[in-house]
């Protein structure tokens, strides 16, 4: 007894499955992909206001310290007349 050529071949649930299996795991990947992309997107957003509060506060901290020499040079100056 010999075996046919149809009990070698794959049964077609098997194969059925093999396809869905394959084409879940290209799905994963490209949301995969999509989500990797969005974290990056993200990062660089905070990073962008991070930079963006510094140069702000380093800005606000050089007129601070430039007023407030202005302000004791001006306060001496006007002293001295009196």
Known sequence: MARSKDATKDVPV???RKQI???DYKKSKAELKKTKAQ???KKGVSTLYRDITILIFGIAFVMGVVYFFLFLYLE?????RI
């Open 39 to 41: 974290a990056q997107a």
């Open 21 to 23: 299996g394959k084409q």
């Open 76 to 80: 001496n100056k006007v002293e001295g």
């Open 14 to 16: 098997e194969h059925y």
